[in-house]
């Protein structure tokens, strides 16, 4: 039996082939993936992870899509993007302590709401921020001085080769925009730690940030949010419009004429024109402030440099470990 037909055995897996990633990313760019598996539940999962470790095939996560940029020439293996059982959200609440157990494919968007309503604090940093619960964890999301690690108890995932993990808060290790998972683990679901509080008082922290946000950041074209991290002591967006290159556009890419740390797709963009603005602005900061940028954004795909790919090629553990 070959692979496509063993995946279609696969209760609770979804799979497409050569599927056009672009409108599974905000910045609605992307070639296709050779297989785009939609998984539904854990077992679904598990058993998938085997059938990829099997035939060696490689394998990246997509969420939301809101912080990747996919190349045009698309992602060869597989693509897997967590559903239905993997969008349920827990609350508890114990002696005002609140602990959500937070599927990971669950929006935060969604959740930041949900939280509000219920009169739970702890999440209103993440209103504006689009994206999954589970990416969110990856990047460590965060604004405003906030970021997801500091509400953060446990992570529940599993490892490429469907292994159930769980990380508690201490064994993790979070950076800015990063939570340095061992490499190919797949977050499945987030326990997350609120306090209590009055639902109005969140709603009007929630509303401040949303009028803040809109201050600041490009609105109408797709993009992945922040192109760059923030270097020390300093703004990218700065450093790039100090560099001349708000409003810069490589095809109909372009640098935001809003914050310059953003690319827009003006309409039919390519991957490679946004690395080129991308490219484009590294060197001019670095020829300019002596500062090295480094992508924020997470590369998907086939990309003419070696390992860039952004995927995980499973491989069976062998028995000394
Ligand atoms: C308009 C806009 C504003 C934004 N503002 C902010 C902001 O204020 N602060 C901020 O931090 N970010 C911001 N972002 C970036 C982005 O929203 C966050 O990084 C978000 O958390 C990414 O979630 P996602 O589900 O879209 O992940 P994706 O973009 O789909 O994936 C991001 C990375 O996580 C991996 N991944 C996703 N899900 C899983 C999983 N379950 N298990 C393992 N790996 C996984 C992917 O492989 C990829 O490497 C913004 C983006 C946009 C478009």
Not at 274 to 299: D, I, N, S, T
Request: charged share 25%; proline share 5%.
């Amino acid at each position: 039996m070959d692979t496509v037909d063993e995946l279609k055995l696969i209760s609770g897996l979804k799979v497409k082939l050569n599927e056009p990633l672009a409108p599974y990313t905000s910045i609605k760019i992307g070639g296709p993936a050779d297989y785009f598996l939609a998984v539904e539940d854990r077992l679904a999962l598990a058993r998938t992870l085997e059938l990829l470790c099997r035939h060696g095939i490689p394998f990246c996560l997509l969420g939301q899509g809101s912080n990747v940029l996919v190349s045009d020439r698309g992602v060869r293996g597989a693509v897997l993007r967590l559903g239905r059982e993997f969008k349920e959200a827990l609350w508890t609440e114990d002696n005002g302590a609140v602990v959500a157990l937070v599927g990971a494919a669950y929006p935060v968007s969604r959740l930041v709401r949900e939280a509000a309503r219920r009169g739970y604090s702890g999440l209103e940093f993440a209103e504006g921020i689009p994206g999954s619960v589970g990416g969110a964890l990856v990047m460590n999301a965060g604004a405003y001085g906030s970021e997801i690690e500091k509400i953060v108890d446990r992570v529940e995932g599993v490892t490429a080769q469907g292994e159930a993990v769980g990380l508690e808060r201490g064994q993790m290790l979070f950076t800015y925009r990063s939570s340095n998972l061992p490499p190919g683990t797949i977050v499945t679901r987030v326990h997350l730690r609120l306090t209590k509080d009055r639902a109005e008082a969140v709603s009007q922290r929630i509303r401040d940030l949303v009028t803040r946000r809109k201050k600041s950041q490009p609105s109408g074209y797709p993009n992945s949010g922040s192109m760059f991290r923030n270097p020390p002591g300093d703004f990218a967006g700065r450093l790039i419009e100090a560099a001349g290159l708000k409003g810069r556009k490589i095809g109909t890419a372009q640098i935001s004429e809003r914050h310059a740390n953003f690319i827009v797709n003006l309409g039919g963009a390519k991957a490679d024109e946004v690395r080129g603005l991308m490219e484009l602005a590294r060197a001019e900061v670095r020829k300019r402030f002596g500062v090295e940028l480094e992508p924020e954004v997470r590369l998907l795909g086939e990309w003419p440099e070696e390992n860039t790919s952004g995927a995980y090629i499973p491989h069976r553990r062998n028995r000394t470990g």
